[in-house]
């Protein structure tokens, strides 16, 4: 069985804890972490060679947490990139640089596989 390499980086001790505690439960999933998001340098994803990156970004700067998804999709454009927020909304959100085929069936795919509802130019702040 192949493992995932999972990279935990994380701004709050107490959500990495948990987040650390339930991904140790699973038999395909190996934890790298988990890392201060503060201390973190990208110099150190290189030995690491994770699957993907776990953000628990809380109340760490969001722009910094946002420049910091960038560096990492452009440095490194096949590793997901993967926010874990809580607060009013929990929320998980995948980021990732794929190239998917320029294909008609394709794209319908990809638009029909959306998350339903809750996804209008009102929700996201694109509308008044």
Known sequence: MHKRRILLLSAQPLLSEGLAALLRQETDVELLGP???????????????????LLAAG????????????????????????????????MVRVFT????????????????SLPAGGTTAKHNGLAE
Request: glycine share 2%; charged share 20%.
């Open 97 to 112: 640089s794929h190239i998917l085929p320029a294909r008609r069936a394709d794209l319908l795919a990809t638009i029909r």
């Open 35 to 53: 890392h201060d998001l503060a201390a973190f340098t990208l110099d150190a994803l290189a030995a690491l060679l994770p699957d993907a990156v």
């Open 59 to 90: 109340e760490a700067d969001p722009e910094a947490v946002s420049t910091l998804t960038l560096r990492l999709l452009r440095e490194h454009p096949n590793l997901p990139v993967i926010h874990v927020g809580l607060g009013e909304h929990p």
